[in-house]
C-alpha cells in the first residue's frame, strides 16, 4: 500500500500561483511509480492534470501546459504541482495519484484516473476572478 498526503490548496486571486505538495510514504519501491495530479470540479468527472514518470518524462493536460508544473525531489518521494497565471476555470478539488505502472500516454481527459490505484485526500484550490 502507498499512501499519500497532499498540502498546499488554498485561495487565490486570478493571475496568481499555488504550489501543491503530495507525500508518498508506504512501499519501498514506490519512488519508482508514476506520479500524477488529478482535479475534479463540483458536478464534473475527475480530469488529469499532469504526470511525471520515473524516468522524468512529463505529461500535462493541453489547459494548463505552460502555467503548471509537475515535479518531484531527489529521493521521488515527495512530488508537486507548481500553478502559475491560475483561472477561475482551475477552481476544483486536486488529488495526488500513484502507479506502479508507466504513465498513460496521454494524462489528460478523464480516462486516465483508471490507471491510478492510490489516491491523496483531495485539497482544495479555488481561484477567483
Known amino acids: 500500500q502507498v499512501q499519500l498526503v497532499e498540502s498546499g490548496g488554498g485561495s487565490v486571486q486570478s493571475g496568481g500561483s499555488l504550489r501543491l505538495s503530495c507525500a508518498a510514504s508506504?512501499?519501498?519501491?514506490?519512488?519508482?511509480?508514476?506520479k500524477a495530479w488529478f482535479r475534479q470540479a463540483p458536478g464534473k468527472e475527475r480530469e488529469g492534470v499532469a504526470a511525471?514518470?520515473?524516468?522524468?518524462?512529463?505529461e500535462y493536460a493541453d489547459s494548463v501546459k505552460g502555467r503548471f508544473t509537475i515535479s518531484q525531489d531527489n529521493a521521488k518521494t515527495t512530488f508537486y504541482l507548481q500553478m502559475n497565471s491560475l483561472e477561475p476555470e482551475d477552481t476544483a478539488m486536486y488529488y495526488c495519484?500513484?502507479?506502479?505502472?508507466?504513465?498513460?500516454?496521454?494524462?489528460?481527459?478523464?480516462?486516465?484516473?483508471?490507471?491510478?490505484?492510490?489516491w491523496g485526500q483531495g485539497t482544495q484550490v479555488t481561484v477567483s476572478a
Open positions: 511525471v514518470d520515473n524516468d522524468g518524462t512529463r
Open positions: 495519484a500513484a502507479s506502479p505502472y508507466v504513465c498513460p500516454a496521454v494524462i489528460g481527459g478523464t480516462q486516465s484516473a483508471r490507471d491510478f490505484a492510490y
Open positions: 508506504g512501499e519501498r519501491d514506490s519512488s519508482s511509480y508514476c
